[in-house]
């Protein structure tokens, strides 16, 4: 063998070793994620509903980890331009996805989406998921569910409801309410929840389907009323306030949720770092603390768990959209 053609020998498998360790060394940076900045897309404004689990999430990841957990407020499109550019970000767990249950009902309101929330993201974790409630002006003519039912049902038409806008959790949970009571009332769509609740409150709307959350406040203060809670349970924050079983609407199971995706082909052992961290930050009590300030449950679900009830989310809002006749371009 010449000596040109053994350099040439040794050049192609020290190349060779350094891809190696290269590969190696990737592999060993996946494993031990966090190692820099990770940043979550957040596909609603600054100060929303989001923003109140995502923003104490972050403090508490940085506590975690010593890595800063950079929150990218990406609003518009009802949520969907902040998806659509994550779903586009490099696939290696430094971009994540912090969607709401919105992103399960955009499929059937926008049919020209330029991303699919069941194929162009992995699922991750369920973060929060906070019940509906049914709140009305003080000024409105009942003190309970059922009078309030009765003097709408003799008022057809004649109430209405605020939304964070066409196409969002609050304007279908009006539509399912409608649906499940046979009742009608129209729809007055803002560009977002706090426009609406501030008319709520001016005496402007009579009532709104909101995340328990975000009315927590105006609630206490007296400044809206409460007729009730989704679900089949009450909510330990408001003890008082009846929910949907016992008012005899037990498939009223509406629930503003958050979870955590990340961009399609993120490798399976980034994956299970993310969700160990999840669940870790879940049992720190100063998260303990806001969700439960916010009426809302942590996490509770497995990563399987979480894809299943997405998939089922989307099936469920497409049935409730086609019956009310709601469509976006």
Not at 28 to 37: I, L, V, Y
Not at 52 to 81: C, E, H, M, W, Y
Not at 190 to 218: E, K, T, W
Not at 301 to 313: D, H, I, L
Request: charge should be positive; proline fraction near 7%.
């Amino acid at each position: 063998m010449t000596e040109s053609r053994i350099q040439r020998r040794d050049v192609l498998l020290g190349a060779a070793a350094a891809g190696l360790g290269l590969a190696s060394g990737s592999s060993w940076a996946d494993s031990n994620w966090p190692t820099k900045p990770v940043t979550v897309v957040v596909p609603f404004p600054a100060g929303g509903g989001t923003d109140a689990f995502a923003r104490p999430l972050a403090a508490q990841f940085s506590k975690s980890t010593g890595k800063t957990l950079v929150i990218d407020n990406r609003g518009g499109a009802g949520g969907t331009l902040g998806a659509s550019i994550a779903a586009k970000a490099a696939p290696d767990g430094y971009t994540l996805f912090m969607g709401a249950v919105h992103h399960a009902i955009a499929p059937s309101m926008y049919p020209k989406l330029d991303y699919d929330i069941e194929k162009d993201f992995i699922p991750l974790a369920l973060l929060a998921n906070v019940p509906q409630v049914v709140v009305v002006n003080p000024k409105t003519p009942s003190t309970n569910f059922k009078q309030f039912l009765d003097f709408v049902k003799r008022n057809p038409a004649k109430l209405n409801y605020g939304s964070a806008g066409a196409g969002t959790s609050h304007h279908l949970a009006g539509e399912l309410f409608k649906q499940q009571t046979g009742t009608f009332i129209t729809h007055i769509p803002y560009r977002g929840a706090g426009p609406a609740l501030q008319d709520l409150i001016g005496g402007n709307v009579d009532m709104m389907f909101d995340g328990l959350g975000s009315s927590a406040n105006h609630i206490k203060s007296g400044r809206i009323k409460a007729l009730m809670v989704s679900g089949a349970k009450r909510n330990p924050a408001f003890p008082d306030v009846p929910c949907a079983a016992e008012v005899g609407l037990p498939d009223y199971t509406v629930t503003t949720w958050y979870g955590l995706w990340a961009p399609k082909g993120t490798p399976a052992d980034v994956q299970a770092r993310i969700v160990d961290e999840i669940k870790r930050l879940g049992t720190a009590e100063e998260l303990k603390a806001v969700w439960a300030n916010n009426g809302a449950d942590y996490g509770g679900m497995t990563q399987p768990q979480f894809g299943a009830f997405v998939s089922s989310e989307v099936k469920r809002w497409a049935a409730v959209v086609k019956a009310s006749g709601a469509k976006l371009d």
